[in-house]
Every structure is written in C-alpha cells, then in structure tokens.
C-alpha cells in the first residue's frame, strides 16, 4: 500500500499553529496572569502536532481521502476531537450500545 505523507504533514501544521494561537493568546496577559512554560507545557506543546499527524495518519489508513484544509483543521482541531471519543467513552453508561454505532 502506498501512502502519502502530504496529510500528515499538513496535520502536524495545523497542530503547531495550535499552539502558536496559545502562545499569542498568552502574549496578550499579563505575566502574572499567563500559564508557567514547565515541561509538562512544553511536552503538550510537542504532543499537539503528532497527534494530529497520527489522526490523519489514522484517517487515510482507514480509506479517507484527506488532503489540504482538511488534513489542517484535523490537527488544528484535534484536541477537541480527542476530548469528544473521550467524553463519549466515559459518559455513556453502554458507550456502544448498539452495533451500528461502532464504525466496521
């Protein structure tokens, strides 16, 4: 199987301009107001871009055709859609209740 790395780079972009929003949002408070650069920070700052390059990874092995803008936003967006497979398997009293909510 071949496969295109374009995805995943744009992904791994969009993850980064992420955190570059973050850190820009954060510029604009006043230092004693803005969130302590640690290294679990700066572990989630690395974190964000692989993430989203393994979501697209995850994507076009399952046979999406992502590419472009839509391989961006799936790494800008990706904590979101990590926060919602998570609230969904742990809010849910049967989270697959039934068969046909589980992709084949």
Known sequence: MEFATEPLIQAAIGGFMLNMMNLYQESKKAKADRVPKDTLYWLFFAFWPIAGALLAYIYTAS???IKGW?????????PTTIQSIIDKGTHSLNPFSDIDDVEQ
Request: glycine share 16%; hydrophobic share 40%.
């Open 63 to 65: 046979g999406y055709d």
């Open 70 to 78: 839509l391989a961006f936003t799936t790494g800008l967006t990706v």
